[in-house]
């Protein structure tokens, strides 16, 4: 399914906008909990240049490469269990700061989705930036990455980042609602609620530019970007990464972030043993496979295939990093995994009380009409 905006994502984009919980302001790590993230999900996977990874580490001391760990990630042993941002210590440096918006995995049926953001003085932008080597990430090697980001978080003074980490069960959570939430409302939620944090008290960033890589036509999201932060100079282009240093430093965050996550991700299923699991004689933990045995992710990536195939626990389906609704993850626990048959499947009255009403109502079912509800948690 293409991820290009269509009307309804253009016109209506109706959200709630508010402030993350989950957020960090003050350049540390925390695990993330299982606190229900305020960031949308999305309902279909996307479309996106496939780039083999190139795994931080076969280790497990979680420091990857050159004992570099990312300061975005959860604490070490902690599950990404919800959605979370992280956003480095204010760089010193006085404004006004350009702001780069960039993206990794959005098409992978494996792992998280993650924006990063970059920023530094508008004047520093022309200059120090541009002689770092900042790019699209996917050109550019999984050591040649860590030490942009090495190089990116030790600036304190002119340079700072940031990440919007969706996890898996929020993208699966969000396609199955019903209406579902799309791919590029996800992000765009992502977007603007990582800006908002960048702006508001306590962070506070004296922001004047903002660039951000297209979600579909650039224009529509320019404009609507734009509506949204009035008093910013948005600038939404197609291939910004390769266009625009400090796009490709953002790049370069939200992809090494989410290669780390990927290559040490902490099972949350670790303590129970599914059908397929393998049994760690060690520490006595269950494990689904690890580093390049899980691949890139993505649904074409032969490695990635490989674990759908051999990893399906035929009653309680995948562990959580598969996005469940996922076209390769959905298809191999609907022939491959255990029928289920609910005793009122089937029934025609219960069938219409829950189907779609029209009109004003469009989008409610006839049941919470008939009741009068408009909210769970109204009951």
């Not at 210590?89 to 995995?105: I, M, R, S």
């Not at 598969?322 to 191999?332: D, E, G, N």
């Not at 626990?333 to 025609?348: L, N, P, T, Y």
Request: charged share 20%; glycine share 8%.
């Amino acid at each position: 399914m293409s991820d290009t905006l269509d009307t309804e994502d253009a016109i209506a984009m109706e959200v709630d906008m508010q402030q993350p919980q989950d957020t960090l302001t003050d350049g540390g790590s925390r695990p993330a909990t299982s606190q229900a993230s305020p960031i949308s999900p999305s309902d279909d996977e996307g479309e996106e240049e496939i780039s083999q990874p190139e795994h931080p580490s076969d280790k497990d001391d979680g420091q990857g490469a050159h004992g570099f760990r990312p300061a975005s990630l959860p604490a070490p042993g902690a599950s990404l269990t919800a959605s979370y941002q992280w956003i480095s210590p204010k760089p010193t440096a006085v404004g006004p700061y350009a702001v780069g918006v960039d993206e990794a995995g959005r098409g992978p049926a494996l792992g998280p989705l993650v924006y990063g953001m970059a920023f530094c003085p508008v004047a520093f932008v022309d200059g120090s930036l541009a002689e770092m080597g900042f790019d699209d990430s996917k050109t550019l090697t999984h050591e040649t990455r860590v030490e942009l980001l090495k190089a990116l978080s030790e600036d304190t003074t002119n340079m700072g980042w940031a990440v919007s980490v969706i996890s898996p069960q929020a993208v699966s959570s969000g396609m199955l609602r019903r209406p579902p939430v799309n791919l590029n409302t996800q992000s765009q939620n992502a977007t603007i609620a990582l800006l908002q944090s960048l702006l508001s008290e306590p962070y506070a960033l004296d922001i004047s530019e903002v660039y951000v890589d297209a979600l579909g036509p650039a224009e529509k999201y320019q404009a609507y970007l734009q509506s949204r932060f009035r008093t910013l100079k948005i600038t939404v282009r197609n291939k910004a990464d390769s266009l625009y240093k400090i796009v490709g430093a953002a790049s370069v965050a939200a992809k090494v972030t989410r290669d780390y996550l990927v290559e040490g991700w902490v099972w949350e299923e670790a303590t129970r043993t599914g059908s397929n699991a393998t049994r760690n004689e060690i520490d006595g933990e269950a494990t689904w496979g690890k580093g390049t045995e899980l691949g890139s992710g993505y649904p074409s990536d032969p490695n990635t295939k490989a674990w759908i195939a051999e990893h399906l626990d035929k009653t309680f389906g995948f562990p959580t990093i598969a996005r469940f609704s996922w076209a390769p993850i959905r298809t191999a626990i609907e022939r491959d995994g255990h029928k289920v048959q609910w005793i009122d499947e089937g029934q025609k009255t219960l069938i219409k009380s829950f189907e779609s009403v029209s009109g004003i109502d469009k989008g409610r079912s006839m049941v919470t009409k008939e009741l009068g509800l408009s909210s769970v948690s109204t009951l």
